[in-house]
């Protein structure tokens, strides 16, 4: 990649509330193909109400950069078609929600699948793809 | 609304003529316009092509109800749950004890089926929606949260 | 630990028992984050359950709550709870039934749900609770009381309800069940059905209860029960060294921070599919499809046994062999 002046410019950064759900189509690419493009549309994807896209200056198909306290990952905008009333996001249950969650679970083994707290801003970076998501330290 | 090509793939693609048009691409095109009929390809209706046919039926059906009855089956949505089977007045009474009570059809009788996890429609003429005594039925329509049939 | 279970069949679930039970290891299972202690509860007899069937042909008043049946158990509403005619309720859904949704989000199931689909704030399950125990005991609840009063009222008149217990409502009350049985317990015409996604968890919650009284997170050795057994906490605490999973993909459900020390660990992964799990296994022996390429039995969620008929060959073991297998060679 060359030099992209925008990269250093920082984008605004906004506070958050994601919530996971289960959408039929993203599991059914799954059961076709955990590592296919389909797969990766369909789950490396933020859906926001129209209020909080027009509140934070995003578009459909911009792609953001969310980031909790235990990870980060790009994703693409995706508008919410229901009517929603704002201040929650949606993400479906995939990988990439799961690098948000935390691993505290106040010793209870209950991750907060459903509750996480996380920051979003513009990015230019290329979506994050499966692969990324299984490198691990010490072993790939 | 199916692709020329998509039904042109499901054709045998032999060019054999023997429906009277010169190429097989020609009487795909034939029948998009609803110009042929498919039982028209007298080769198709051999037990090889058996499944080819039945996936023509499909896509050429939602649209040959939607002239009678204005039903459009959009494919593309439907996420072949099959609301729309058990609850369909028809079905219930041609399939008492198949769709009326949640299992798959057990008969042709009935106007929905999911063939390959997408709805399709068949026996249109039986729709409430259809004939002299037509009701303005949703029976079908309010149990898609999906929209994947709508009436136009 | 021996982890995964919810795809495998009863029969595999019970030799992967009797494995850990002979290695003196922790056994868990993906109902650990999940419904496990929705089923747990289940099988100690809190609530007032029923078949599926029983639904189909009873009941009138459907409470999806936390649950997008349709989008989780797709056949749920038109095989068994909202669409079909039961025998006790042949005018069908537009007369004889009524379904409520109670959600964070407009699912597909609280768009069937319509004039009845109650909007929550994530984590507001508890108040909703609260507020219908104080609606349905007489009492104006300072949560939303006009819409509570009139969900109390519908609720107290059903012949036969059911409450579909999803996964939003488990992850929002978490350790505080007693609240949702004493809002059962209220509702002496409803019955509780834990709505569950993978095919056979309650069939390994079953069977691992049958042997030691508890659904999931038991250490062998020792003989113990506890959220250190967890796989989420094992692998946080860094408290298990070995770890074999079968037919689940722990490295695509679980918080990613968890996955270093599951990547640095051996791991066995025994899976019909390629998944993020088997990627990084040490070892993945490939097994046969239940259901399609093996035999066995499955238990629905509502309990019922369900036979499984193997349709095709296949040149692959069926998971139940192999654990067989293992315990022949240890």
Same mark, same amino acid.
């Given at each position: 990649?060359?030099?992209?002046?925008?990269?250093?410019?920082?984008?605004?950064?906004?506070?958050?509330?994601?919530?996971?759900?289960?959408?039929?189509?993203?599991?059914?690419?799954?059961?076709?193909?955990?590592?296919?493009?389909?797969?990766?549309?369909?789950?490396?994807?933020?859906?926001?109400?129209?209020?909080?896209?027009?509140?934070?200056?995003?578009?459909?198909?911009?792609?953001?950069?969310?980031?909790?306290?235990?990870?980060?990952?790009?994703?693409?905008?995706?508008?919410?078609?229901?009517?929603?009333?704002?201040?929650?996001?949606?993400?479906?249950?995939?990988?990439?929600?799961?690098?948000?969650?935390?691993?505290?679970?106040?010793?209870?083994?209950?991750?907060?699948?459903?509750?996480?707290?996380?920051?979003?801003?513009?990015?230019?970076?290329?979506?994050?793809?499966?692969?990324?998501?299984?490198?691990?330290?010490?072993?790939? | 609304?199916?692709?020329?090509?998509?039904?042109?793939?499901?054709?045998?693609?032999?060019?054999?003529?023997?429906?009277?048009?010169?190429?097989?691409?020609?009487?795909?095109?034939?029948?998009?316009?609803?110009?042929?009929?498919?039982?028209?390809?007298?080769?198709?209706?051999?037990?090889?092509?058996?499944?080819?046919?039945?996936?023509?039926?499909?896509?050429?059906?939602?649209?040959?109800?939607?002239?009678?009855?204005?039903?459009?089956?959009?494919?593309?949505?439907?996420?072949?749950?099959?609301?729309?089977?058990?609850?369909?007045?028809?079905?219930?009474?041609?399939?008492?004890?198949?769709?009326?009570?949640?299992?798959?059809?057990?008969?042709?009788?009935?106007? !929905?089926?999911?063939?390959?996890?997408?709805?399709?429609?068949?026996?249109?003429?039986?729709?409430?929606?259809?004939?002299?005594?037509?009701?303005?039925?949703?029976?079908?329509?309010?149990?898609?949260?999906?929209?994947?049939?709508? !009436?136009? | 630990?021996?982890?995964?279970?919810?795809?495998?069949?009863?029969?595999?679930?019970?030799?992967?028992?009797?494995?850990?039970?002979?290695?003196?290891?922790?056994?868990?299972?993906?109902?650990?984050?999940?419904?496990?202690?929705?089923?747990?509860?289940?099988?100690?007899?809190?609530?007032?359950?029923?078949?599926?069937?029983?639904?189909?042909?009873?009941?009138?008043?459907?409470?999806?709550?936390?649950?997008?049946?349709?989008?989780?158990?797709?056949?749920?509403?038109?095989?068994?709870?909202?669409?079909?005619?039961?025998?006790?309720?042949?005018?069908?859904?537009?007369?004889?039934?009524?379904?409520?949704?109670?959600?964070?989000?407009?699912?597909?199931?609280?768009?069937?749900?319509?004039?009845?689909?109650?909007?929550?704030?994530?984590?507001?399950?508890?108040?909703?609770?609260?507020?219908?125990?104080?609606?349905?005991?007489?009492?104006?609840?300072?949560?939303?009381?006009?819409?509570?009063?009139?969900?109390?009222?519908?609720?107290?008149?059903?012949?036969?309800?059911?409450?579909?217990?999803?996964?939003?409502?488990?992850?929002?009350?978490?350790?505080?069940?007693?609240?949702?049985?004493?809002?059962?317990?209220?509702?002496?015409?409803?019955?509780?059905?834990?709505?569950?996604?993978?095919?056979?968890?309650?069939?390994?919650?079953?069977?691992?209860?049958?042997?030691?009284?508890?659904?999931?997170?038991?250490?062998?050795?020792?003989?113990?029960?506890?959220?250190?057994?967890?796989?989420?906490?094992?692998?946080?605490?860094?408290?298990?060294?070995?770890?074999?999973?079968?037919?689940?993909?722990?490295?695509?459900?679980?918080?990613?921070?968890?996955?270093?020390?599951?990547?640095?660990?051996?791991?066995?992964?025994?899976?019909?599919?390629?998944?993020?799990?088997?990627?990084?296994?040490?070892?993945?022996?490939?097994?046969?499809?239940?259901?399609?390429?093996?035999?066995?039995?499955?238990?629905?969620?509502?309990?019922?046994?369900?036979?499984?008929?193997?349709?095709?060959?296949?040149?692959?073991?069926?998971?139940?062999?192999?654990?067989?297998?293992?315990?022949?060679?240890?």
């Amino acid at each position: 990649m060359g030099i992209d002046v925008g990269k250093f410019l920082k984008s605004p950064e906004f506070d958050i509330r994601i919530t996971t759900y289960r959408d039929i189509f993203q599991v059914e690419a799954l059961e076709r193909d955990r590592f296919g493009e389909d797969y990766r549309k369909l789950s490396a994807c933020i859906m926001l109400s129209k209020n909080d896209l027009h509140r934070m200056g995003f578009k459909p198909g911009d792609r953001v950069k969310v980031s909790s306290h235990s990870g980060s990952i790009v994703v693409e905008v995706k508008e919410s078609k229901r009517d929603e009333p704002g201040g929650l996001a949606f993400m479906v249950n995939s990988p990439w929600s799961n690098a948000l969650v935390s691993e505290d679970t106040g010793g209870r083994g209950m991750p907060e699948f459903k509750e996480i707290s996380a920051k979003i801003a513009l990015t230019k970076d290329n979506v994050t793809t499966i692969e990324e998501l299984m490198e691990f330290k010490g072993k790939i | 609304m199916p692709s020329v090509m998509e039904l042109y793939q499901l054709l045998p693609r032999t060019n054999c003529k023997i429906c009277g048009e010169s190429t097989c691409m020609a009487f795909a095109v034939a029948l998009l316009g609803r110009k042929r009929k498919i039982i028209e390809c007298t080769p198709i209706l051999s037990e090889n092509f058996k499944k080819q046919k039945e996936k023509l039926e499909s896509l050429l059906l939602p649209s040959a109800g939607a002239e009678e009855t204005g039903m459009i089956v959009h494919p593309e949505l439907c996420t072949g749950c099959g609301n729309c089977v058990v609850a369909c007045p028809v079905d219930v009474a041609n399939d008492p004890k198949g769709a009326a009570v949640g299992h798959a059809p057990t008969n042709d009788k009935v106007i !929905f089926k999911i063939v390959d996890g997408k709805v399709i429609a068949s026996n249109i003429r039986e729709c409430r929606r259809f004939g002299k005594n037509r009701v303005l039925c949703y029976a079908c329509i309010d149990p898609c949260p999906v929209g994947a049939i709508e !009436f136009v | 630990m021996l982890f995964g279970w919810s795809n495998s069949t009863c029969e595999a679930q019970i030799n992967g028992i009797r494995l850990a039970k002979k290695m003196g290891a922790m056994i868990d299972d993906t109902s650990s984050f999940c419904q496990g202690m929705l089923i747990e509860k289940v099988l100690q007899n809190k609530f007032k359950t029923c078949s599926l069937e029983e639904i189909r042909d009873k009941a009138d008043v459907l409470v999806y709550w936390g649950s997008d049946a349709q989008d989780s158990e797709p056949r749920h509403l038109s095989r068994f709870s909202y669409f079909p005619r039961g025998q006790m309720r042949q005018r069908g859904y537009e007369e004889d039934r009524l379904a409520i949704a109670i959600d964070v989000r407009e699912s597909n199931t609280a768009k069937i749900c319509k004039g009845h689909f109650y909007r929550i704030s994530p984590k507001g399950d508890r108040e909703f609770i609260f507020a219908l125990m104080d609606a349905l005991s007489g009492k104006v609840p300072s949560y939303e009381p006009k819409k509570m009063l009139e969900l109390a009222a519908i609720m107290k008149k059903a012949e036969f309800g059911a409450i579909f217990v999803g996964i939003g409502l488990t992850y929002s009350i978490k350790n505080d069940f007693e609240i949702l049985v004493s809002l059962a317990d209220m509702l002496p015409n409803f019955n509780i059905m834990p709505m569950i996604g993978h095919y056979n968890m309650r069939g390994f919650n079953e069977a691992l209860f049958r042997e030691t009284g508890f659904v999931n997170r038991v250490k062998f050795e020792g003989g113990a029960h506890d959220a250190k057994y967890s796989i989420v906490e094992a692998l946080r605490t860094k408290s298990i060294d070995a770890l074999l999973v079968v037919g689940s993909d722990p490295v695509s459900s679980l918080p990613r921070s968890l996955l270093a020390h599951l990547a640095s660990i051996p791991v066995i992964c025994i899976d019909p599919c390629v998944t993020m799990t088997s990627k990084i296994a040490t070892v993945t022996i490939p097994c046969a499809v239940a259901g399609v390429e093996a035999a066995g039995t499955a238990v629905r969620m509502d309990g019922k046994i369900i036979e499984l008929s193997k349709i095709l060959e296949s040149n692959y073991p069926s998971d139940e062999r192999i654990l067989t297998m293992f315990m022949e060679a240890l």
